[in-house]
């Protein structure tokens, strides 16, 4: 795929089926999180592969996360906690590891682990898979930052959800630039 044309045209990709990407095609999305621009060669991230029963358990932790911020949440909203993991046949945990540096701000760090997960996220459209990066209350929740270790400083910058799209979208649209540049 040219590369103009995936920067310009690619999608996110919400309904999500068998097959993800595994093997060398996984390996790709991960080498081109590890070459994103990075001050310091910190790599100040790290990817939790969650995919199969993983998909479940964390679920089940989303759903002890969404009951203890709301006691009285109905079946239905149980139940869509059960199952968020299972709307892709792959998530990826993509988790900020951020570290004292003298001269990178934890700030650069996050922006650093924000473009790994994009990274991997064309990696996969590159290849012919689809993704979405989804955060929602559940990234930011103490139960689930146990569950995947996530402490301090660090942030579950996203969950990458991977597969293959159902269905191809149609061209995006092209906003104006106007709005959005000025001279200085
Ligand atoms: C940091 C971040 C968090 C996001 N969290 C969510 C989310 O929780 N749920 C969601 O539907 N989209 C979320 N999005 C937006 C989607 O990834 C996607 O960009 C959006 O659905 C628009 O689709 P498009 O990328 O094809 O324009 C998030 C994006 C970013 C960058």
Redesign the pocket.
Same mark, same amino acid.
């Given at each position: 795929m040219d590369a103009l044309d995936l920067l310009l045209n690619?999608?996110?990709?919400?309904k999500l089926v068998a097959p993800a990407p595994q093997g060398e095609a996984l390996e790709t999305l991960f080498q081109a999180a590890l070459r994103v621009p990075d001050h310091g060669a910190l790599h100040p991230y790290r990817f939790v592969l969650i995919e199969g029963e993983g998909r479940q358990r964390l679920g089940q932790v989303c759903q002890a996360a969404l009951l203890e911020s709301d006691p009285g949440a109905d079946d239905k909203a149980r139940d869509k906690a059960l199952h968020l993991l299972e709307r892709a046949p792959l998530v990826v945990a993509v988790i900020s590891c951020i570290q004292d540096h003298p001269k990178v701000p934890a700030f650069e760090q996050q922006l650093t682990a924000?473009l790994a997960?994009?990274a991997m996220q064309m990696a996969a459209v590159a290849q012919g898979f689809g993704g979405?990066?989804?955060?929602?209350s559940y990234?930011v929740h103490p139960k689930v930052r146990a569950a995947l270790g996530v402490s301090g400083e660090d942030e579950i #910058?996203?969950f990458l959800y991977l597969g293959t799209p159902v269905k191809t979208?149609f061209k #995006?649209p092209r906003p104006d630039s106007n709005g959005f540049v000025s001279r200085f």
């Open positions: 690619r999608t996110s990709e919400p924000g997960a994009h979405i990066w989804r955060t929602g990234a #910058v996203g979208k #995006v």
